[in-house]
């Protein structure tokens, strides 16, 4: 049973309505979760689900038109523009599946841009970005462009980047959508890893059969709801489907 303090994420009545010209689009119609401190949570939902809409909401990139989010004790639909952004700065970090990358920028020079968002020195930022690329494997790569090392490594990049200001949770969109099997594999074992290693919650919006299997929990989302919620244990993956269910 988890108490609050276990809750670090927390979703109540979440709706987001879009007016396209006289036509109202229901992209969430009213969602309830909890996301445990520590915990690796996968959501699944096919194009259309409102799967990636709910996907903001939790990363405080968009608002619900109802409802509401706390991300560790801050409700997001109470903050200011300015105070929204210190939460996005220090309680979360962003996977892409893009990697969204600075290209002109070395990996060094990537990683440590949060870090002087948040006011650090370049000097300081430039040494925790070389501490967090070492620890995913790429202390060998620091003064290397993007386009000097392969997709996987600017994955990791990315995954440094994401961790280099510490938060407490990392959303990671399709994070191996871009990548081959093998390395694919190698960004979940990795992900895995960092979350027992700082303690972090993971989030992630995908499709990866892979990334199912190592999920603590796996959120459906169906017509803007959550339409199942799922365990370790309580779910069996097999090719295409989860209990029987396909996945997109």
């Known amino acids: 049973m988890s108490t609050q303090e276990d809750i670090i994420v927390k979703a109540r009545g979440v709706t987001k309505v879009y007016t396209m010209g006289a036509e109202k689009v229901h992209a969430l119609r009213g969602i309830d979760l909890d996301v445990r401190r520590g915990e690796y949570l996968s959501i699944l939902g096919p194009s259309g689900s409102g799967k990636s809409t709910f996907f903001n909401m939790v990363g405080g990139l968009d608002k619900p038109t109802e409802g509401h989010v706390e991300i560790d004790g801050y409700s997001l639909s109470d903050l ?3 105070q929204l952004a210190w939460v996005r700065c220090h309680k979360m970090g962003y996977i892409f599946q893009s990697f969204n990358l600075i ?4 990996a ?3 990683v440590a841009l949060p870090r002087i968002f948040a006011g650090e ?3 300081k930022a430039r040494e925790a970005a070389a501490e967090i690329l070492n620890v995913v494997g790429l202390g060998h790569r620091l003064t290397h462009l993007p386009s000097q090392v392969s997709g996987g490594q600017q994955q990791r990049i990315a995954i440094a980047r994401a961790l280099v200001n510490k938060p407490s949770i990392v959303l990671a ?7 081959d099997l093998h390395t694919g594999e190698e960004i979940i074992a990795l992900l895995g890893d960092l979350k027992t290693k700082f303690g972090i919650t993971i989030i992630t919006a995908t499709h990866d059969m892979k990334m199912l299997s190592a999920s603590d929990t796996v959120v459906w989302i169906k017509d803007g709801q959550a339409d199942r ?4 244990g309580e779910f069996d993956i097999s090719v295409g489907t989860i209990d029987g269910k396909t996945l997109a």
């Open 121 to 123: 020195s370049p000097a």
């Open 80 to 82: 200011n523009q300015k």
């Open 108 to 110: 060094l020079e990537n």
């Open 103 to 106: 290209m002109t920028m070395t």
């Open 229 to 232: 919620i799922a365990h370790r």
């Open 173 to 179: 969109d399709e994070p191996t959508g871009n990548l």
